[in-house]
């Protein structure tokens, strides 16, 4: 697998902090111009044709978990159902029904500070991204999306020893009684922390459609979620 000045970066810092828009709301997201998209649970999957280009919905199973490895793992293995597959572009949902795998469109992060200890204070990325779980809260339900990536093995025209492997970073999203709040979440859905000894630590971080993955995709588990929304807030609006 590919492995992956202070003075510039903390100046790109602090002009991206300082802007006026990423003011704060009273439900924990910012304020200003952004793009909503709405993962929902569905008991039922999915049959009508979710390809338009207007939609801001993605359809996942409920109550549907699998394994999200975060050692490389052969692609044979790699189940496309609650993935979300990432390309690079405008934000659209290309795909809405990801009972069999949905495509989401979005821009490259140009994310800077990749180190493995990064924060949602010191990564600096060109957008940030907020979720929060809306829906029933009985029984306290929630889901986890972990950023994973494709990889080659550097046989581009071989896909037979092509594997998957999934950060060590999750998001998980509660929806529990009263207001419910967004989370700042833009570090683990932008950029994947992977651990590249097999030693459970992460030791190298790399974002959205960097060279180190062919593809890119969330893996999205419900464990009863009915509903988390996101909310992507770009430097300069769309």
């Known amino acids: 697998m590919r492995k992956v000045t202070l003075a510039l970066i903390a100046l790109a810092f602090v002009a991206f902090v300082a802007a006026p828009a990423y003011a704060q709301t009273g439900n924990g997201a910012e304020s200003g111009s952004h793009y909503n998209l709405n993962i929902i649970g569905m008991e039922k999957a999915?049959?009508?044709?979710?390809?338009?280009?207007?939609?801001?919905?993605?359809?996942?199973?409920?109550?549907?978990?699998?394994?999200t490895p975060t050692n490389p793992t052969p692609l044979t293995e790699l189940n496309r159902k609650n993935k979300i597959f990432l390309q690079e572009g405008p934000f659209?949902?290309?795909?809405?029904?990801?009972?069999?795998?949905?495509i989401f469109q979005l821009p490259a992060p140009g994310c800077t500070n990749l180190t493995p200890g990064a924060t949602n204070d010191t990564i600096a990325c060109d957008y940030r991204v907020y979720i929060r779980g809306l829906g029933s809260?009985?029984?306290?339900?929630?889901?986890?999306?972990?950023?994973?990536?494709?990889?080659?093995?550097?046989?581009?025209?071989?896909?037979?020893?092509?594997?998957?492997?999934?950060?060590?970073?999750?998001?998980r999203v509660d929806r529990f009684k009263g207001k419910s709040s967004f989370e700042n979440v833009t570090k683990k859905l932008l950029t994947l922390c992977l651990d590249t000894n097999a030693d459970s630590t992460c030791d190298a971080r790399v974002q959205l459609f960097d060279a180190e993955f062919y593809q890119y995709f969330w893996d999205y588990d419900n464990h009863g979620l009915r509903l988390a929304q996101l909310r992507f807030y770009p430097k300069n609006p769309q």
């Open 46 to 67: 999915k049959t009508a044709d979710m390809t338009d280009s207007s939609r801001h919905t993605i359809f996942v199973a409920l109550d549907y978990p699998d394994p």
């Open 92 to 102: 659209q949902v290309i795909d809405g029904n990801a009972f069999d795998g949905a």
């Open 137 to 171: 809260p009985q029984g306290n339900p929630y889901a986890t999306m972990t950023t994973c990536g494709i990889d080659d093995n550097l046989t581009p025209n071989d896909k037979t020893d092509d594997v998957f492997q999934c950060s060590t970073e999750t998001v």
